[in-house]
């Protein structure tokens, strides 16, 4: 009777707003952490449903389908400007690059290390309106698209379609949310254990190994639970070939390349690992994640055209030409999509002239350049990527540099912003994963496409204002580039933007390796187990964390094998996320504790 009614009342509750706010922002949280130090993310639709069935269902007296999907499709969606505002901060502190106002806090107060709020309000106001500019065309695309994109049946959003299922099993029986439950205690309790020796100037975290090794050998061993749940939560080819790759670099070449005179070690692991990464790691594993998923892509397409004999010319499926005559019908035909879609694409152009991120180029070359992102780039790339996703469940980062970043390198651009900011001048390409699967599987959840635009918005909002203040305490308390945060993507990133702001790939990472390394991982990715990004991974984290993520890629391999893969599925998975999400946030309150105190 009680679920009859909360059915008939709708999923978007007041509860389930609080639930949600509070999720997306937790979520959020834990992603920008891992995605700052370590390149990846997780998604952790299954650890929402639970605590809104264990909330609402058991403790709140009864929960509808529907509301369970608004709390998922909300906790899920983020806005967090992480990478965007982190990566700025860490360039004017590390290299003391200048930024215009509007893009960054006053290089004074980030080299002196505290919070400038004057001069943080410029930023945030581009921020803020570079994000509804992203994310209100996105929405337009995934609108217009919805129909057709659904219809095709190579379109499953294979993750979304797990969630789904999900969702079912949750209302069959609540025995996940105790599974969870228990395991974010654990995580919270051993993690908090771990650290309370800190207060007292004891390091009970991680051991350094590198003075008891060889000359040249860097190795140190963390003992938090969230990297071995990350081990177990990664693919099994992932988290050893990370492993292996990471006992190479650091056991088996950094002696060699010591003994050579191509870097100098040290007895503190992240000295010699910082030293050793861009003499030698950052070129090979650089050249593995920006060229080895573009070669992956054409050796796979080469192998399936041969493998076919022929090729059909006609697919059934709508082509880029057909879809954008469908785009431009759709808005013709519903006019205030057709407003909402000027009156933002206008606002673009305003920026574009207002602030210029070309400069010293003249302001209506970017006009130009946002013209062509916001009506053909970002259309492409809107539709390639939801393909790929809905396909594969997979991304392509190779998609930005083609239809962005080359050709404002091309214009003869040698500096940082136009690079950093052109997303918030383009349609959001995650949008129509982010809406559009979710409507592909309405029946399941129980949503409307008006259901699934609120629940975005509502987790959209809260993160990106809780992005800003994370970036700033974890900049403030942990810092960029230190053990508790090695930022790696931050170090990635750097290298690939200095190639294009020197101009000279040859200056910042040596080519040989560069390319050896792309064409190697797409062969291993190809014929092998291995893991193009496992491989690259492991070469640039730092040695403190590639032995637990192995551990937990074993430990992930012998559940496998010993109870099933079903077993990761229904419990394993629902442990490792349990205790990472509770260990990582407790880490980093521990950290900053100890800081203050």
Request: include cysteine.
């Amino acid at each position: 009777m009680v679920i009859c009614m909360m059915g008939e009342l709708g999923g978007l509750t007041f509860r389930s707003i609080v639930l949600s706010v509070f999720l997306a922002v937790l979520f959020s949280f834990i992603n920008g952490y891992l995605g700052i130090n370590f390149g990846m993310g997780f998604g952790f639709g299954a650890v929402a449903i639970a605590i809104a069935y264990a909330l609402f269902h058991k403790l709140g007296g009864g929960s509808s389908r529907r509301e369970l999907s608004i709390v998922l499709i909300a906790s899920s969606s983020s806005m967090a400007i992480y990478h965007s505002f982190g990566f700025i901060i860490y360039l004017i502190e590390k290299d003391g690059v200048s930024f215009p106002n509007w893009l960054a806090p006053s290089t004074f107060s980030i080299i002196n290390r505290f919070v400038d709020f004057n001069s943080l309000i410029p930023p945030i106001i581009f921020f803020s309106i570079g994000t509804v500019i992203s994310c209100v065309g996105g929405l337009i695309f995934s609108y217009a698209f919805r129909d057709i994109l659904i219809s095709d049946k190579r379109m499953v959003w294979p993750h979304t379609a797990i969630v789904a299922n999900l969702v079912d099993g949750f209302l069959r029986g609540g025995v996940h949310a105790r599974i969870i439950g228990w395991s974010a205690l654990i995580g919270f309790v051993v993690t908090f254990l771990q650290y309370l020796p800190s207060f007292w100037g004891y390091d009970f975290t991680t051991i350094n190994l590198t003075p008891l090794l060889p000359y040249g050998m860097i190795m140190a061993l963390s003992f938090n639970l969230s990297f071995f749940a990350i081990g177990y939560i990664i693919n099994v080819d992932v988290s050893l070939s990370l492993m292996l790759s990471g006992i190479l670099t650091y056991l088996v070449i950094s002696p060699v390349l010591a003994s050579l005179g191509f870097f100098k070690p040290s007895i503190d692991p992240m000295a010699s690992y910082n030293s050793l990464l861009f003499a030698f790691s950052i070129s090979p594993s650089l050249g593995i994640l920006l060229l080895g998923g573009g070669l992956l892509s054409i050796f796979v397409f080469v192998k399936g055209f041969k493998s076919r004999g022929t090729v059909k010319s006609d697919d059934g499926r709508a082509g880029y030409v057909q879809l954008y005559k469908i785009f431009i019908s759709f808005l013709l035909r519903n006019k205030r999509s057709l407003i909402i879609f000027i009156a933002t694409f206008s606002l673009a152009l305003i920026m574009a002239w207002v602030l210029n991120p070309l400069s010293p180029l003249p302001p209506y070359i970017f006009m130009v350049f946002v013209g062509y992102m916001f009506l053909l780039g970002g259309f492409i790339e809107c539709i390639t990527m939801a393909r790929l996703s809905g396909e594969t469940g997979m991304g392509m980062g190779m998609m930005g540099i083609l239809l962005y970043d080359l050709p404002i390198f091309s214009l003869g651009y040698r500096n940082y912003p136009a690079y950093l900011v052109s997303w918030f001048f383009k349609p959001g390409i995650g949008i129509i994963e982010g809406t559009v699967s979710y409507y592909k599987y309405a029946d399941k959840f129980d949503v409307s496409w008006s259901d699934i635009v609120k629940a975005k918005i509502i987790g959209w909002i809260p993160t990106f204002i809780s992005s800003i203040i994370f970036v700033l305490v974890l900049w403030i308390y942990l810092g960029f580039g230190t053990p508790l945060m090695p930022a790696i993507s931050f170090i990635q990133m750097k290298a690939y933007y200095s190639m294009l702001v020197s101009g000279n790939i040859s200056a910042v990472i040596d080519p040989i390796t560069f390319l050896g390394g792309g064409i190697l991982g797409a062969l291993l990715e190809l014929f092998t187990p291995i893991s193009m990004f496992g491989i690259a991974m492991g070469m640039l984290l730092p040695p403190h964390y590639i032995i637990p993520m192995g551990i937990g890629g074993l430990i992930r391999w012998y559940t496998d094998r010993r109870f099933g893969k079903d077993f990761f599925r229904n419990v394993g998975s629902m442990v490792a996320t349990g205790i990472m999400a509770t260990s990582i946030i407790t880490q980093v309150l521990m950290s900053i504790l100890t800081k203050i105190f």
